[in-house]
């Protein structure tokens, strides 16, 4: 289960780089960019902290990395080109998926056996909170504004769930 766990949150905190990177390749000269590069900044915090983890406890990290490098770049870049409301919309579901992600492994990892994961626990609600910010700036930023924004997300959420089932597995 540990494997598991730690696998797939690396994998989604190397998407979760790599959508900012393909959102500052479009807009980090306008406006939003300070604000894109600063949760950027953030990610950049939570992939070395699962890179560690994962060196640390010996778990090799997904197979999928060379996708998730070009699908993550790839839909930070594009819904960027339709502009940043839709960057924002694409954050706002990204960060929920997370967030309710991290939330299941905590209520998994609290039923299983809270004394011996302790520090995971710790850093995985302290990610789980950043994500929440994430989604919150999102919202902020006006990303309710963007036509078509719930089927944006939907189908921006049912990609998150595929990318998570196949790095827990791959
Ligand atoms: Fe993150
Ligand atoms: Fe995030």
């Given amino acids: 289960m540990l494997d598991r766990i730690l696998r797939v949150d690396h994998a989604g905190e190397y998407g979760a780089n790599r ?20 949760m950027w900044d953030q990610e ?15 778990v090799r990290p997904t197979a999928l990395l060379p996708l998730w490098n070009i699908a993550g770049f790839a839909l930070g870049a594009s819904t960027a080109l339709l502009g940043k409301e839709c960057a924002m919309a694409c954050t706002v579901a990204v960060e929920e998926s997370i967030s309710e992600h991290y939330n299941s492994q905590i209520r998994a990892l609290m039923e299983k056996d809270p004394e011996r994961y302790t520090e995971l626990l710790h850093v995985i609600k302290e990610f789980r909170d ?16 963007v036509p078509g924004y719930w089927l944006i997300k939907n189908a921006i959420q049912l990609g998150c769930k595929v990318a998570i089932y196949a790095s827990e597995r791959v």
């Fill in 19 to 38: 959508i900012y990177a393909g959102q500052m390749a479009v807009l980090g000269r306008t406006r939003i960019g300070p604000l894109i590069q600063e």
């Fill in 44 to 58: 950049k915090k939570h992939l070395a902290k699962f890179n560690e983890i994962l060196a640390e406890s010996r």
């Fill in 130 to 145: 950043d994500e929440m910010e994430h989604h919150d700036t999102g919202l902020e930023h006006e990303a309710e504004t």
